[in-house]
């Protein structure tokens, strides 16, 4: 396959009419190079529309028997035929926004701190406990929050509640806070704890985003900011962070997604209710993805249907997150917004 190009008169003027020479395209290992990576994007989509029509095909049944009914019935009693995830959807939510409250200030003070204040040193080593925060199993952030820090930490949501208990959903009502006596456990397994958790869990990854892209801020707008007067924070707030939006919101879209989806730490910290609990401190929450993992083992041919069902809820909140996301960059591309 050949192209047509111009070749420029040597003179200078212009030769509308000169004959022009045939270029041919890159090679072959182009076009395999394009093949693979065309591949793998098919793969992916791929991937993906088959999770998807396997969760649909395996919780058909659920569907048919609860109807709309699924999306807006609290309690989960499959063989009973009275079933929805209305419950434990609205948990999902709150779980996954306690996490963004606590992840998203971590993250991007640590991403400014490493990128813009730390010296080399000390950047080289945050970025590498960074990472290893990213490998830590989620097993492990769950035990740590199950055996130690809810059962430790109780003052915290106590506190919260006292001074804050005038916003519903800070409140406890079972708690009785001029009652020195008051049993603790009304503080443990709660929302607050499970977002918490996974809220240090997905900090590396947005951190690690946000860094990425703080980064990659020109240096020409960083000298010309600092030209015109501006402080290191002047600098930041007009040239770092306008570049750094879309990896801003990228970052933390992606941390939502891992929010939705964690499991094993959930499970191990909450205590499981099928009622809307918009109480973030008080005891008790639920999750789509701690459901399946408790609800598993023990579940009846219908039954796992509708855990397949409520999986396939989770999958298509997760999509619509991440192309709601995907929109929101398109919209905000790095550097757009910069004021020098």
Aim: with cysteine; charged share 10%; glycine share 12%.
């Amino acid at each position: 396959m050949t192209q047509l190009i111009d070749v420029p008169d040597p003179v200078g003027h212009a030769t509308p009419d000169a004959p022009r020479r045939r270029v041919s395209l890159p090679g072959g290992i182009d076009r395999v190079f394009r093949g693979v990576l065309r591949g793998a994007g098919f793969t992916v989509l791929g991937l993906m529309a088959t999770v998807g029509v396997f969760l649909l095909i395996r919780g058909l049944d659920a569907f048919s028997v609860a109807g709309f009914s699924f999306f807006t019935t609290q309690t989960w009693q499959p063989d009973s035929r009275n079933f929805g995830i209305a419950a434990v959807l609205v948990g999902t939510l709150l779980i996954a926004s306690v996490a963004l409250v606590v992840a998203f200030p971590l993250a991007l003070g640590m991403a400014l701190f490493i990128s813009e204040y730390a010296p080399r040193w000390l950047k080289r080593f945050l970025t590498s406990a960074i990472d290893l925060m990213a490998a830590v199993p989620s097993v492990v952030y769950g035990l740590f929050g199950s055996t130690l820090l809810q059962w430790r930490g109780t003052d915290i949501p106590r506190w919260l509640s006292i001074q804050f208990g005038w916003i519903p959903f800070l409140s406890v009502p079972q708690a009785d806070p001029d009652n020195p006596l008051s049993p603790e456990t009304v503080y443990a397994t709660s929302t607050f704890w499970a977002g918490l958790v996974v809220g240090f869990m997905i900090m590396p990854f947005i951190c690690s985003v946000m860094r990425e892209s703080f980064t990659q801020a020109p240096q020409g707008e960083r000298e010309g900011a600092y030209a015109l007067g501006s402080t290191r924070w002047g600098m930041i707030r007009s040239v770092v962070l306008p570049f750094g939006r879309s990896g801003m919101i990228g970052g933390t879209m992606l941390g939502l997604g891992r929010a939705l989806g964690e499991t094993i730490a959930v499970a191990l910290i909450i205590s499981p209710i099928f009622v809307i609990q918009p109480h973030i401190l008080g005891a008790g929450a639920n999750s789509v993805s701690a459901l399946i993992a408790q609800q598993w083992g023990a579940a009846s041919p219908f039954g796992l249907g509708a855990l397949m069902a409520a999986g396939l809820a989770l999958f298509m909140l997760t999509l619509v997150v991440n192309f709601a996301a995907s929109a929101v960059i398109a919209r905000s591309r790095s550097g757009q917004g910069s004021d020098a």
